[in-house]
């Protein structure tokens, strides 16, 4: 009986691998520019944790968490993003005594959404988090990370950063209200689900796509002309500095992201190369997170980006490193072939053998990996201790022996 995999579900290998593998690389090495540290979570939390923070009528909590309880009756939570489990850890492990922390992380979440390109109801995720400054400094920072991790993943894309500010608590309660209010009244224009959100978080209205929705959400009060001249100050200082950097940005007054913990900065690296699931990035600010999960009241912000539509907008990988493929003709040779593949090891070569005693199918193989060099060792090679060398770029060859293979193939 054939299995497949389970909907919602891909494997990793080929040029997929490599894709995800360049973009674990360059996350962590740019992580370490930036002084963050990498932390790594459970992938299954006590459902708590994530209840309450993403909001209890948030999408996530009520259609995509993969919830169930254990043998102890307890109830578990496979991670539907990063941010909190990251908190819940920081907490746990005493690194919030000493501000300000920075952590970063990849990982899988699983949500249990529609399968389409570039959703799946297991990903994995880029996470950066900073706790403990309200610094407008701190979003700049975080902002300008994404942007160049972007910069370096997928180069010749086009990708927009869409920004907005939804001020404070404060700000945000009061304009939901005014909201409210708003939509009440032209309620018979909204299609039924957005009628439902009315009550439910009425912010969720200014994320949806149906068309019937688009004339209301377009003529809705603009939550900047609400916000404190404090907390316009600040947004007009981070899109200053993004200016500075050399960052465009695309001013969204309808951005609120999708999950309740949000607040002040929020942002999003947007194509419209991958269809509906636009969003590369996502982060912004969420101060008072910290608190409800049981720490201090510290400042946090951070975003999280998704490795699966990175990889559908990359370019296939080219490795510059050499590749050699050993070419054994007999059976007899593969001792002494040993000397050669354990030599290029240790020289941090990557060398392969396809186990065939055959000159015309290794030359096949090795042109098809792409190596840049093939090793012959057959009963000449054999006799007089040294190796044929051929490179298959320009078909040079020469017999070396041991000490002498490094500096031709250099």
């Not at 999960?293 to 559908?312: H, N, Q, S, T």
Request: proline residues 3%; hydrophobic residues 35%; aromatic residues 10%.
């Amino acid at each position: 009986m054939k299995i497949n995999p389970v909907r919602g579900t891909h494997d990793l290998f080929g040029k997929d691998i490599e894709k995800f593998n360049k973009i674990v690389f360059e996350v962590k090495k740019t992580a370490y520019q930036f002084g963050f540290e990498e932390l790594i979570t459970p992938i299954f939390e006590s459902t708590e944790l994530f209840r309450k923070p993403l909001g209890e009528q948030s999408d996530v909590v009520l259609k995509e968490m993969y919830t169930f309880k254990d043998r102890n009756d307890d109830e578990i939570t496979l991670r539907p993003e990063y941010t909190t489990p990251m908190i819940r850890a920081a907490i746990s492990n005493g690194l919030l005594n000493k501000l300000p922390v920075k952590l970063f992380g990849t990982g899988q979440m699983f949500r249990r959404e529609r399968p389409q390109k570039g959703r799946y109801r297991q990903f994995n995720q880029i996470n950066f988090e900073n706790f403990g400054t309200n610094d407008s400094f701190a979003d700049v920072e975080i902002i300008n990370l994404a942007n160049l991790l972007i910069k370096k993943l997928i180069p010749k894309k086009k990708i927009k950063l869409h920004i907005n500010s939804l001020g404070t608590r404060e700000n945000l309660d009061n304009y939901k209200k005014i909201l409210t209010d708003y939509f009440n009244q032209n309620k018979n224009l909204l299609c039924s689900e957005s009628k439902d959100k009315i009550k439910l978080n009425p912010l969720r209205i200014l994320d949806s796509k149906r068309i019937e929705d688009k004339e209301v959400i377009d003529k809705a009060p603009v939550l900047l002309e609400f916000l404190s001249k404090e907390n316009l100050n600040d947004y007009e200082q981070i899109k200053k500095c993004l200016n500075e950097l050399d960052i465009l940005i695309y001013e969204d007054p309808t951005l609120v992201r999708g999950l309740d913990y949000y607040c002040n900065t929020v942002f999003e690296f947007k194509t419209n190369e991958i269809g509906s699931q636009d969003t590369i990035i996502g982060g912004g600010r969420y101060n008072g997170l910290i608190e409800v999960l049981g720490g201090k009241d510290i400042p946090g912000v951070g975003f999280a980006g998704g490795i699966e539509r990175i990889m559908l907008l990359m370019d296939d990988i080219s490795f510059k490193n050499q590749h050699i493929h050993l070419a054994i003709l007999n059976e007899k040779y593969k001792t002494h072939a040993l000397k050669v593949y354990d030599f290029l090891i240790k020289n941090n070569y990557s060398v392969y053998w396809n186990y065939k005693y055959n000159l015309k199918k290794s030359l096949s193989i090795a042109n098809e990996k792409k190596a840049n060099f093939a090793i012959i060792i057959g009963e000449d090679e054999n006799i007089n201790n040294n190796f044929t060398v051929k490179n298959l770029s320009n078909g040079d060859q020469r017999v070396k022996d041991l000490s002498n293979i490094l500096e031709f193939i250099k």
